[in-house]
């Protein structure tokens, strides 16, 4: 069995480990938001898509009104003149023109039958594509709520498992937290067992005296991987 710093330092060990797990879920969180958040405006931008479509046929409609009111007034002129002229000439080129403002007005209706029919199924695409995306929203809004309660839960356990840290090196000696602290800030984990010579972080073979480290009762002696830097223990497994 490892001697008690050991002991301790495994112990300091699984703690940070859970930390370090806390912190990652921690950091993962505004990018789960982010994305949470893109598809939101996504969602939003698709019903304002939708709603476009039916705003550009109503003002279609609303040229072709006023083209229609234009063409009527113009073929209102035509018939005052024409019952006003006393020349045969004057009173067939008026009614030539009469015709072909009857046509036109009788075509823009025609138009703005094809608008209004396009304008009714416009709006039933747009309010299913609103019924579904507004769901979609929800959804998605009610993932933004449990994720913001999960910040909150994950927050409150690291700052336990940070305390439970700090009670956890409080036995270790400064020279092994010292070493400790040193590995920790360039890799994980720490503390590794010593299996048939070889360290379990980088599995490369250790030196006799790393070796001698790590079966050493000594708690002032830690065995160091000669490779990689990691604390060593014998596996007696």
């Not at 969602?43 to 479509?53: D, L, P, S, V, Y």
């Not at 063409?71 to 080129?93: F, I, S, W």
Request: hydrophobic residues 40%.
């Amino acid at each position: 069995m490892p001697h008690a710093v050991l002991v301790q330092l495994l112990i300091v060990q699984e703690r940070d480990t859970r930390r370090r797990q806390l912190e990652q879920q921690i950091a993962a969180v505004p990018v789960d938001r982010a994305a949470v958040e893109k598809s939101i405006a996504t969602e939003k931008a698709a019903i304002e898509t939708a709603r476009t479509e039916v705003k550009e046929l109503e003002t279609k409609k609303k040229l072709l009104e006023t083209e229609i009111g234009s063409a009527e007034t113009l073929l209102g002129k035509y018939r005052t003149q024409q019952m006003a002229v006393k020349k045969n000439d004057e009173y067939h080129a008026l009614g030539t023109q009469i015709e072909t403002m009857v046509k036109q007005i009788s075509g823009f209706e025609e138009q703005e039958l094809g608008i209004m029919y396009n304008i009714d199924e416009a709006k039933v695409r747009f309010a299913k594509a609103e019924a579904t995306l507004k769901a979609n929203i929800t959804g998605h809004e009610k993932k933004l709520t449990v994720l913001t309660e999960r910040l909150v839960n994950l927050q409150a356990e690291l700052n336990e498992v940070k305390a439970a840290v700090a009670v956890a090196r409080e036995p270790a000696t400064p020279y092994a937290l010292k070493v400790y602290d040193r590995v920790a800030g360039r890799q994980w984990p720490v503390v590794v067992p010593l299996r048939g010579g070889k360290c379990g972080g980088c599995h490369l073979k250790v030196s006799s005296e790393a070796e001698s480290g790590s079966r050493s009762a000594d708690p002032a002696q830690l065995g160091i991987c000669d490779q990689c830097g990691r604390i060593l223990y014998w596996d007696f497994a």
